[in-house]
């Protein structure tokens, strides 16, 4: 794949060779989280760091009505909260940042990665968190390593928390020029475990992790490397790594049968597995993924779905859902569409699919009225308020929290959409 | 700059938010970043509302910086006042648009907005928060709906007993229910019917419900009850001050109030006070038994709350409740009492000063938690903070406050205010606790095989938490020691630990680490231990072990624990 690590950028107006796709773009209201949101998932991932948004009050609410229960004891996320003598200059906020920092660090002593998060607010003020990060890795050096990226609703969306996590993680890989298959994007632990499983099965010499289990227990990278993006909203990850030396290799999402086979064989492939040793492990897979879909699909095959744009993992799973579970679809949205990431995807979407990059909620949401779809894949805040107008909905945040990739997770993932579509059938009132 | 791990409250402009989607009729433009819309599936989720929100943000992003973001607030204004057409407009702006100072009330006032009435929220973000921004926002649509019709200066106040003259019967508006308030749409009703049954009839409901043209019609009532004073004391005393309507202030949250707020209630309209509410010869007053609790609370099962310890936090208005009624209707003792809710600090601190107690203000829940546990209650009320801190630490809990979850918005009509109120009250704080004589015979047979540690509730609340919840306090060094169980009797062959956990607080002391050997424990002196009720071993253990290294003991065993015990017990 061809990837030019200068001139990509998501969020550049989208434009590339024909497409038999129907491209809108919108602007106007947009209903998606910030990228605060992604230290939800990204904490639980690395149970050795701990992520420090400096931002508003606003920003810690977010996160905590996001991650819908506060179930633990003390978080490995907080927020420092601006107050107004940080605004005003009476207090440095500098100091204060790094007050605030000496002491989390002397109550949470396990912790070894440290993330300073950006804000709206953090970077309206110009707060600089590099610097910032540079100067509190200077006061606890060897204890803990300071990182930071912003997760601001200004620049990012959602997911695009995560791709900025791990551009931050970038400069503490080490160089190694070894071949090695390298899985980029939060994977749920044993999904994880049964790919690294299976591409030791395919032969794949070694295969490391991004994000790791461990902060401190980073991946190299180098010539050698070979990425495969796990998520699809890794745009500026998948670049810095290809800076690094490393290649990219093309593939559809690991979502279903079609995308999981499709996803390890070019991994496989790409470390010259034949392609007899990919179908003998692959098609056993294959089949049973299958098997467990087929009832999944009976409920949802002819259905017509509408995608409000949230997470980025829209379009794969479109995909999914219109070749494997039959649908129909309605509408794609995306917050943002990155053709070269999306390229395998994209390709096998069924010709004329009307895609929406970007977001007026109001005119989706009379799009939606008028399609009367039987489901829609949408935020919280859209959920219950389409039910209650009768419409099917299901809620997308699940989806990043679910283990959904690989060929025998196909038939849970068809089951997070065929169970809305169930439940309604199995109600009665009368 | 402080840390936060979880926040009690949300930031100022979601207050605002409360009451635009309270209301009918209303809407809110919300100068925010991209993200800031994630307060929309507060009301969806927890309150399962069946629309979105009135707001339409203007989900500004970066690339819009270096452009006109003014333009856009008033494309979002004009967009929104053509597709809602609202009958009144709330403008206004989160904690990131603060910072730009593009100044959407001054855009909106510039613009032409059909005559809609526009009402300009600055709500400062970095210090203020929810409840405030709920307050300030309720005044403020007020006073804007109403500057029209402001009386002049000199007018003399209206007569709060007028509607005798006028020939019909008294009404009041209730004000302060919102939504994700705690309850607010049974105690409504409650309120309602108890107004109702003493001739008093409902004006204006506001803001649950109400639309731009019913808060106009707020001076038209005799009174303004104060049903939330976190979201309606500005108002009412605004009222007060410009309209000359007296307030009706006592929140009626359990028996004892809701008599008081009848009677205030009598005497604000100068109505006659009905023989049911004077208190008979046995400082009784008929009308209470409109509602069971005092009744179960005499009755003999209920021996057995005598002297629960109890923990309380939450808003002030509910906390404060909250202990009256634990300690003067239940008979509970009242171990600890503090609210996250600094705007009515003064009253907690006054409350818990009555009890003997210094109240906890603070919106830290780890300075909450590390409170409860040092308090060692048998029963936490508070909110859905303290309901995941009691569960870590092994003890039943109810919730009593915002912040909600969405199980605190029950289907059944469950109110927290008046008659039914109190009996919803006892119901929900009895229940986590186990109950009388099942408590009796726990106590008898608790030396049977059959009896768990921390079989204490039908509900299960506590039972798999009890072990670490006693490791983490032996272990995070935070929980100061107590030891000591009241009579032996008590602590050891019943099982009451209410009396034994009292002694065992009073005669807490703070932790003072000792460098050498740490001691051991014979296992007589673990079995010995393992016979104290387990809400207070933890602290006898550490108690007993910080007896033993002062005094160079290698091995505890019995003797110590009693020697520790009579040493605290001073």
Not at chain 2, 345 to 369: H, Q, T
Request: aromatic share 6%; proline share 7%.
């Amino acid at each position: 794949m061809v990837l030019s690590p200068v001139s990509a950028d998501a969020h550049s107006p989208s434009s590339g060779p024909a497409s038999p796709l129907e491209v809108v773009r919108e602007s106007g209201q947009r209903e998606v989280f910030c990228g605060l949101t992604s230290i939800v998932w990204l904490h639980r991932r690395m149970p050795d760091a701990f992520f420090l948004v400096v931002g508003s009050r606003t920003c810690a609410h977010l996160i905590q009505s996001a991650a819908g229960v506060m179930i633990f004891a003390e978080p490995r996320f907080g927020t420092a909260i601006l107050g107004e003598r940080d605004l005003a200059g009476l207090a440095d906020a500098n100091e204060e940042l790094d007050r605030l920092v000496a002491e989390l660090l002397e109550r949470r002593p396990e912790i070894r990665t440290l993330f300073l998060v950006g804000s709206c607010p953090s970077e309206v003020i110009k707060l600089d968190l590099a610097k910032a990060a540079e100067r509190l890795n200077r006061q606890h050096l060897g204890r803990v390593s300071v990182l930071n990226y912003s997760g601001s609703g200004i620049e990012t969306t959602f997911t695009q928390g995560e791709d900025e996590a791990l551009k931050a993680l970038m400069p503490l890989l080490p160089n190694d020029d070894a071949d090695q298959l390298l899985i980029v994007g939060t994977l749920a632990d044993a999904v994880e475990d049964r790919f690294v499983a299976l591409f030791e099965r395919l032969g794949v010499p070694r295969v490391r992790s991004l994000p790791p289990r461990r902060s401190s227990d980073l991946p190299a990278v180098g010539k050698g490397t070979r990425v495969l993006l796990a998520q699809p909203f890794l745009s500026g990850t998948a670049r810095a790594l290809v800076h690094r030396g490393a290649s990219l290799i093309e593939a559809p999402y690991p979502f279903g049968v079609e995308g999981s086979r499709a996803w390890m064989a070019a991994a496989a492939t790409a470390f010259g597995a034949s392609a007899e040793t990919v179908a003998a492990v692959l098609d056993p897979l294959v089949e049973r993924g299958r098997r467990a879909l087929a009832p999944h699909r009976e409920r949802l095959a002819g259905k017509r779905l509408f995608l409000m744009p949230d997470s980025q993992m829209e379009i794969p799973l479109a995909r999914f859902l219109s070749r494997e579970c039959g649908m129909e679809l309605v509408e794609v949205g995306v917050p943002y569409l990155d053709r070269q990431l999306m390229a395998a995807d994209l390709a096998l979407l069924p010709p004329g699919t009307r895609l929406c990059e970007g977001q007026d909620v109001e005119l989706q949401l009379e799009r939606v009225r008028a399609a009367r779809p039987d489901l829609v894949v949408c935020g919280l805040g859209l959920a219950n308020p389409l039910e209650a107008e009768g419409i099917a909905t299901k809620w997308s945040i699940e989806l990043v929290f679910s283990p959904i990739h690989g060929c025998d997770q196909a038939g849970d993932l068809a089951e997070l959409f065929a169970r809305s579509l169930r439940r309604r059938a199995a109600l009665s009132f009368a | 700059m402080e840390l936060t791990l979880w926040t009690y409250e949300g930031p100022p402009h979601v207050g605002a938010m409360r009451i635009a989607t309270s209301m009918e009729g209303v809407h809110y433009v919300l100068h925010a970043p991209q993200g800031d819309t994630y307060a929309d599936l507060l009301f969806t989720m927890i309150e399962r509302r069946d629309r979105r929100p009135p707001v339409t943000y203007t989900t500004f992003q970066a690339r819009d910086l270096g452009g006109d973001t003014a333009e856009l607030v008033k494309r979002s204004i004009a967009a929104a006042v053509e597709r809602f057409q609202p009958e009144a407009l709330l403008v206004g702006e989160s904690c990131t648009a603060e910072l730009i100072q593009d100044q959407p009330g001054a855009l909106a006032a510039g613009m032409d907005l059909g005559g809609i009435p526009m009402v300009s929220l600055e709500l400062p973000a970095y210090s203020k928060k929810e409840n405030w921004g709920a307050a300030e926002t309720l005044y403020q649509l007020v006073r804007g709906l109403l500057k029209q019709r402001m009386p002049a200066p000199g007018t003399p106040k209206p007569d709060p007993a007028r509607w005798r003259a006028e020939g019909r019967r008294p009404r009041v508006n209730l004000l302060g229910p919102s939504l994700l308030g705690f309850r607010c749409r049974d105690d409504v009703r409650e309120i309602t019917r108890l107004l109702g049954e003493h001739g008093v009839d409902v004006s204006v409901v506001a803001p649950l419900g109400a639309r731009p043209a019913d808060l106009q019609r707020l001076p038209e009532a005799d009174a303004n009850v104060c049903l939330y004073p976190e979201v309606a004391g500005s108002l009412c005393s605004w009222l007060e001050r410009s309209f000359g309507m007296p307030t009706v202030k006592t929140v009626p949250l359990g028996i004892g109030a809701t008599v008081a707020f009848l009677r205030e209630l009598h005497g604000v309209l100068g109505m006659e006070l009905p023989a049911d509410l004077q208190p008979d010869p046995e400082g009784l007053c008929p009308a209470e038994r409109a509602s069971r609790l005092p009744w179960y609370s005499r009755s003999v099962d209920s021996t057995y709350l005598t002297g629960k310890r109890v923990f309380i936090f939450g808003d002030g208005t509910h906390a404060i409740a909250a202990a009256r009624i634990a300690s003067r209707e239940l008979g509970f003792e009242v171990v600890g009492l503090g609210t996250y809710s600094r705007e009515l600090a003064r009253e907690v601190r006054a409350a818990a000063k009555e009890l003997g107690l210094e109240a906890l203000i603070s919106d830290d829940y780890l300075a909450v938690e590390k409170a409860m546990a040092e308090a060692a209650p048998e029963l936490v009320l508070g909110t859905q903070m303290e309901r995941h801190s009691a569960k870590r630490l092994g003890i039943p809990c109810a919730v009593i406050s915002t912040p909600l979850h969405v199980q605190d918005v029950p289907a059944r009509y469950a109110p927290q205010m008046g008659w039914e109120g109190a009996n919803v009250i006892f119901d929900s704080w009895v229940h986590p606790l186990m109950m009388g004589l099942e408590e009796h015979l726990i106590g008898m047979f608790r030396h049977d095989f059959e009896f768990v540690d921390g079989h204490r509730s039908h509900l299960g609340d506590g039972a798999p938490a009890v072990a670490p919840a006693a490791d983490r306090a032996h272990g995070d060094g935070a929980v100061p020691l107590a030891v000591g169980h009241g009579t032996p009797a008590a602590g050891h062959g019943q099982g009451d630990g209410g009396q034994s956990a009292a002694v065992a607080a009073a005669v807490a002391v703070a932790e003072a680490p000792a460098a050498g050997a740490e001691p051991r424990w014979s296992t007589a002196g673990e079995a010995e231990l393992h016979k104290i009720p387990f809400f207070v071993r933890s602290k006898v253990r550490r108690n007993t072990e910080s007896f033993a290294r002062e005094r160079g003991i290698a091995v505890i065993d019995a003797e110590t624990l009693y020697d520790a015990k009579a040493h605290f017990s001073r």
